[in-house]
């Protein structure tokens, strides 16, 4: 026959299991919740419907044919949107974008906010699903279109223009929420933007020394 267990012990045990285990799902929720896990779901995700439509529709095929929204297999050239640019430009101006975003990602990291997290992986996934496509082919696959009544075309976009967008939004307003946060702490007439002002010319000062 077993000795009894001493009550302490027992809920001391019981305690420790219900404490790792919540620090187990709390750091698992957090890992999903980094951005170079989301960036590259995205990235993923983008790839793949590309490749479904290169390898289901011909050029300039659209399903269905009369609906306002619909799946147009179309090239995009320019940048965001459609937007006409060249290929340098097109290659550049989202590679300086993602520079941008890692570089705000590395400063506000220590905040471990879910907006920062989801709206850098959200942006830099989607900006790298184009940027990889002009670089391979020197075009963006572009596929769904809305379309008006009239049945003009307003827009024609992909998953990585969807999640490029989202990501910003996001990024928007956690800066916001960010801001707001720095100032109810530091007072009204707190400038969140010249801390690092005061810095660099500390750093220039000091170079020029």
């Avoid at 929720?29 to 951005?35: D, K, P, Q």
């Amino acid at each position: 026959m077993g000795g009894a267990t001493d009550p302490k012990v027992s809920t001391r045990i019981e305690a420790e299991a219900a404490s790792g285990g919540g620090l187990r799902g709390a750091g698992l929720w957090r890992v999903m919740l980094l951005a170079p896990f989301v960036a590259l779901a995205v990235l993923e995700l983008d790839q793949l419907t590309k490749l479904c439509v290169r390898e289901s529709l011909t050029l300039g095929e659209a399903l269905p044919q009369d609906f306002w929204l619909r799946m147009t297999y179309v090239v995009n050239p320019g940048i965001f949107l459609g937007i006409p640019a060249s290929p340098l430009i097109s290659v550049l101006l989202p590679s300086l974008m993602i520079g941008a975003s890692l570089v705000l990602y590395w400063r506000l990291e220590r905040t471990n906010d879910t907006l920062l997290n989801l709206g850098t992986g959200l942006f830099i996934g989607g900006s790298l699903g184009n940027l990889v496509d002009r670089i391979a082919y020197g075009h963006v696959t572009d596929f769904v279109e809305l379309i008006t009544s009239g049945g003009q075309v307003r827009t024609i976009f992909n998953v990585a223009d969807l999640c490029a967008i989202a990501g910003i939004l996001l990024l928007e307003v956690f800066l916001i929420r960010y801001i707001v946060r720095l100032i109810r702490e530091k007072g009204l007439h707190y400038n969140p933007v010249a801390p690092h002002v005061a810095r660099l010319l500390h750093k220039r000062r000091s170079g020029e020394q």
